[in-house]
């Protein structure tokens, strides 16, 4: 089992970066395919990006590709989510979550474990 604490969240102007991070605890944190999914106020939960337990291939949606880079630190037990370019349709809560399954999944409900989510707002 993993835990995750997502951090790093806060205010930005649209243009402008923040780097969100997903610390985890247990010691098999490299067995477990990490994702990043994103909630706006009324609108269903959204896939960010993941990235693989091993070869650290990294995936993406299309709404954030070429603007976020997914990059993890096994020995840290911590994920990253470094986003820039950010606009205003970007605000939302973001979550990191684990999954043990084979692959990447873009689905949430393939994902078990989740963190508390932070707060991304990008004003305008």
């Known amino acids: 089992q993993v835990q995750l604490v997502e951090s790093g969240g806060g205010l930005v102007q649209a243009g402008g970066s923040l780097r969100l991070s997903c610390a985890a605890s247990g010691r098999t944190f490299g067995s477990y395919a990490i994702a990043w999914f994103r909630q706006a106020p009324g609108k269903e939960r959204e896939f960010v990006g993941a990235i693989s337990r091993s070869n650290y291939n990294t995936y993406y949606g299309d709404s954030v590709k070429g603007r976020f880079t997914i990059s993890r630190d096994n020995a840290q037990n911590t994920i990253f989510l470094q986003m820039n370019s950010l606009k205003p349709e970007d605000t939302a809560n973001y979550y990191c979550?684990?999954?043990?399954?084979?692959?990447?999944?873009?689905?949430?409900?393939?994902?078990?474990?989740w963190g508390q989510g932070t707060q991304v707002t990008v004003s305008s």
């Open positions: 979550a684990a999954t043990l399954r084979l692959g990447v999944p873009r689905i949430e409900y393939e994902y078990d474990y």
